[in-house]
Nanobody
Framework: QVQLVESGGGSVQAGGSLRLSCAASGYSRSTYCMGWFRQVPRKVREGVATIDSDGTPTYADSVKGRFTISRDNAKNTLYLQMNSLKPEDTAMYYC????????????????????WGQGTQVSVSS
């Protein structure tokens, strides 16, 4: 059974930093893609960053230069380092696993995802 468990969310002031982690388990594929998506109430879930099986990242324009996605394949863990946080970054952040590395997901940050984590809340105050 695939499990994605996020951690690292919290409340910070604008300009601060947070690091999200996602521990993945329960699958055996050697190549897969992962990403971070976020959602606020009454809005669609949006892609923040993805990383393919070779470690190539893709970022939403809104977070470029501030967020860094990375993965540790030995630990089956995905990370999102978030710096220079803004109030508009406030959202529930979800870890995502795409076992087929769909181009629409990996390059266009669309939510065609096989598995989701339960989410971790990030709140940024001004």
């Amino acid at each position: 059974q695939v499990q994605l468990v996020e951690s690292g969310g919290g409340s910070v002031q604008a300009g601060g930093s947070l690091r999200l982690s996602c521990a993945a388990s329960g699958y055996s594929r050697s190549t897969y893609c992962m990403g971070w998506f976020r959602q606020v109430p009454r809005k669609v879930r949006e892609g923040v960053a993805t990383i393919d099986s070779d470690g190539t990242p893709t970022y939403a324009d809104s977070v470029k230069g501030r967020f860094t996605i990375s993965r540790d394949n030995a630990k089956n863990t995905l990370y999102l380092q978030m710096n220079s946080l803004k109030p508009e970054d406030t959202a529930m952040y979800y870890c995502a696993l795409d076992l087929r590395c769909r181009p629409a997901t990996v390059r266009s940050l669309l939510p065609y995802i096989d598995y989701w984590g339960q989410g971790t809340q990030v709140s940024v105050s001004s």
